[in-house]
C-alpha cells in the first residue's frame, strides 16, 4: 500500500478499476458504434455497412417526433436551473458559515431533499399544482422539481469549499479597508470559481437528464429524456442510438466545457500568483 | 454586529428556504393531504377516507412488491458496496499524484453525468438475444441457444441499477479514505499488524461514515426507482415506484399518493436505521 514496490494487491485492484470503467463504458460505446448503422442495419451487432442516416433521421419530424423542441427546452432548463444552483447554493453556503435560527432544519430540509425519492417529488408537486389551480409547466413546476436535487448537491460542494476556506483572506481584506462586497467580489468570489463553476456543471447536468422528476411536472411539452423514454416504446430502428450519441456527445462537451474553464481560471491565478 | 450583519445569514439562506419549502416541503405535505382523497376515474375529490391506506397496507400485492423492491435494495447494495469500496480504495491508496486520483475520478464520474435512459438503452446491443455477449457465448461453445435472461429481466434490472448508482458509493467512500491519517497506517504497519488486519482495524472503521452516505444514496434510490425496473424488466418485474407510476397514469393520484407516504415511511426507517449504526455527522 504506501510501500516502495507495488504488490500483488495493486495488481489486483488496478485490473479491477479496469473492469469497472470498461463496465462504465462499454456500453456506451456500443451504442455509439451502433448509430453508424448501415441504412438497412438493426439495433445489434452485425453491422449492416456504415452510414450517417440516423443521425440524418433524427432532424426530421416524423421519425422521431419534436426532437428539436424537447432539446431546446431541455438546453433552456437546464440553463436555468444551472444559474439558480450556482447563486442559491453560493448564498446558501454563505449563510451557513454562521449559525442562525433555523439552520439545523433548513440543513435537515436540503438533506431530505436528497433522500427523498425523486417519483414522490414529481407526485408531489404535480398534485400540487393540480390541487391549486396551476398548469405546470416545464419552466415552472419541473424547474422546481429539478432544483429539489441540484441545490443539495448544490450546497453540499459548498460546505466542502467553506470548511477548507480560511477567514485569514477575508480579515486580511477589511483591515486593508475593504468592505463587505469589496472583500466577496475581490477575495472571496475569484477562490472559490473553480468549485462554483462544478456546481455549475452539476446543475445543469442532472437537470438535463433528469426524468422521474419530470415525469409529473413537465406539463404538455417534453424534455428530452421524456422524449427519449417515449422513443424507446415506439421505435425500433438505430435512430435511437443516433440520438443517445447526439445527447451524450453534448454532455461531454458540456463537461468538457466546465473543466476547461476551470483549469483555465488555475491558470490565470497561477500567474498572477507568480508575478 | 450591525443590523445587516445579523440579518446577511437569513436573506442569505432566504432563496433555498424558498424553494425547498415550494417545491419540497408544501409537495410532500400535498401527498399527505391527497392520500386521504376520494377519486374516480375521471377526477380527485377533497374527502377524508382511509381506504386508499387500507387498499395498500391490506393488500397481497402491495406486500409482495415491497418484498421484491427490498429485495433489489439489498442486491444492490451488497455490490455496489463491494465494487465501490474497492475502486474508492483503489484510488486512496494505490494511486500515487493528486492529479492521476483526481483523472481516474473524473473518468468514473463522467457516465453519472449523461442521461440514465440513455444508459439503459445501451444494454440492449450488449445483452440482447442477437447481442454482444450472447453471440460471444454461442461462438464460443458455452451455451449451445442464446441466453433470453440476460436482457428484460430481474437480473437486467440490478445490473443497469449498479451500472447507474455504483459512484453514490465511490464518491463518499473515497472521501472518507482521502481524510484518513497515513500515519495511523504506518503505525499499524510498525506494530506489526498485517495488510488484512490494517483493513479490518484501522481503514474499515474510519471509512464508516463514507459507507453510510453510500449506503443511503444507494437505497434510497433503488427504493424510489420505477424507470430502471419499468425499462430493463421489460415489464416483468415490480417495484414500489413502479406501482407508484401506473396508478398515475391511471389518474389514481390518491392511490399513488397513500403509496408514497408509506413508501417515504419505510426510506426514512431504513435512513433512521443506518445513522443508527454509523454516526456521518462529523462527514458533514
Given at each position: 500500500m504506501l510501500s516502495e514496490h507495488r504488490g500483488p494487491?495493486?495488481?489486483?485492484?488496478?485490473?479491477?478499476?479496469?473492469l469497472f470503467v470498461l463496465f462504465l463504458y462499454g456500453p456506451l460505446s456500443t451504442i455509439v458504434i451502433l448509430s453508424f448503422q448501415g441504412p438497412d442495419g438493426g439495433l445489434t451487432f452485425p453491422m449492416n455497412g456504415t452510414s450517417l442516416r440516423w443521425f440524418a433521421n433524427l432532424f426530421e419530424q416524423q421519425a422521431v417526433g419534436d426532437f428539436g423542441g424537447a432539446f431546446t427546452r431541455s438546453l433552456t432548463l437546464g440553463v436555468m436551473v444551472m444559474l439558480t444552483t450556482v447563486v442559491v447554493s453560493l448564498l446558501g453556503g454563505l449563510a451557513f458559515r454562521r449559525r442562525f435560527a433555523g439552520s439545523g432544519a433548513l440543513f435537515y430540509l436540503a438533506v431530505a431533499s436528497l433522500v427523498v425519492p425523486s417519483i414522490l417529488v414529481s407526485l408531489?408537486?404535480?398534485?400540487?399544482f393540480q390541487v391549486t389551480g396551476f398548469r405546470p409547466q416545464w419552466y415552472t413546476s419541473a424547474f422546481g422539481a429539478h432544483l429539489t436535487w441540484t441545490l443539495p448537491f448544490g450546497l453540499l460542494i459548498m460546505f466542502a469549499v467553506f470548511n477548507r476556506f480560511s477567514p485569514a483572506y477575508e480579515e486580511a481584506a477589511r483591515d486593508l479597508g475593504?468592505?463587505?462586497?469589496q472583500t466577496f467580489a475581490h477575495v472571496v468570489l475569484p477562490m472559490i470559481t473553480?468549485?462554483?463553476?462544478?456546481?455549475?456543471?452539476?446543475?445543469?447536468?442532472?437537470?438535463?437528464?433528469?426524468?422521474a422528476r419530470t415525469l409529473m411536472t413537465s406539463g404538455s411539452f417534453n424534455t428530452l429524456p421524456l422524449e427519449i423514454y417515449g422513443m424507446t416504446t415506439n421505435v425500433t430502428t438505430p435512430v435511437l442510438y443516433a440520438l443517445g450519441t447526439v445527447t451524450t456527445g453534448f454532455s461531454f462537451l458540456v463537461i468538457l466545457i466546465a473543466l476547461g474553464a476551470i483549469v483555465l481560471v488555475n491558470r490565470r491565478r497561477a500567474r498572477a500568483g507568480a508575478v | 454586529m450591525t443590523l445587516t450583519a445579523r440579518l446577511a445569514p437569513y436573506l442569505q439562506a432566504a432563496p433555498l428556504a424558498l424553494i425547498l419549502g415550494v417545491f419540497l416541503l408544501v409537495p410532500l405535505l400535498t401527498i399527505l393531504?391527497?392520500?386521504f382523497w376520494d377519486y374516480d376515474s375521471i377526477r380527485i375529490y377533497p374527502d377524508f377516507v382511509t381506504f386508499n391506506y387500507e387498499e395498500t397496507l391490506f393488500s397481497w400485492v402491495t406486500w409482495k412488491t415491497y418484498l421484491n423492491t427490498l429485495k433489489f435494495a439489498v442486491i444492490v447494495w451488497a455490490i455496489t458496496l463491494f465494487v465501490g469500496f474497492w475502486v474508492a480504495y483503489f484510488l486512496a491508496f494505490h494511486i500515487r499524484t493528486t492529479a492521476m486520483q483526481l483523472v481516474l475520478f473524473l473518468v468514473c464520474t463522467v457516465p453519472f453525468l449523461t442521461s440514465n435512459i440513455i444508459r439503459m438503452i445501451s444494454w440492449i446491443p450488449f445483452l440482447g438475444r442477437n447481442g454482444l455477449l450472447n453471440s460471444a457465448l454461442v461462438e464460443a461453445g458455452i451455451v449451445a441457444e442464446p441466453l433470453e435472461f440476460l436482457l428484460f429481466s430481474e437480473f437486467a434490472v440490478v445490473l443497469a441499477m449498479v451500472h447507474l448508482y455504483t459512484l453514490f458509493m465511490v464518491t463518499p467512500i473515497f472521501n472518507t479514505l482521502m481524510r484518513i491519517d497515513r500515519a495511523l497506517i504506518e503505525a499499524a504497519r510498525d506494530a506489526g499488524a498485517s495488510g488484512f488486519q490494517i483493513l479490518t482495524n484501522v481503514i474499515l472503521p474510519l471509512a464508516k461514515p463514507g459507507i453510510a452516505i453510500g449506503s443511503i444514496f444507494v437505497v434510497t434510490l433503488v427504493m424510489g426507482d420505477f424507470i430502471t425496473v419499468r425499462f430493463m424488466s421489460g415489464g416483468q418485474s415490480a417495484s414500489i415506484g413502479l406501482m407508484m407510476a401506473n396508478q398515475m397514469s391511471l389518474l389514481q393520484y390518491p392511490a399513488a399518493a397513500a403509496n408514497a407516504v408509506v413508501l417515504l415511511a419505510v426510506v426514512l426507517i431504513i435512513v433512521a436505521g443506518i445513522l443508527r449504526i454509523v454516526d456521518i455527522r462529523k462527514e458533514l
Open positions: 494487491g495493486f495488481y489486483i485492484l488496478a485490473a479491477f478499476f479496469c408531489g408537486i404535480g398534485l400540487l475593504a468592505s463587505a462586497w473553480p468549485p462554483l463553476v462544478g456546481v455549475g456543471l452539476f446543475g445543469f447536468s442532472l437537470s438535463y437528464d433528469e426524468f | 393531504m391527497v392520500s
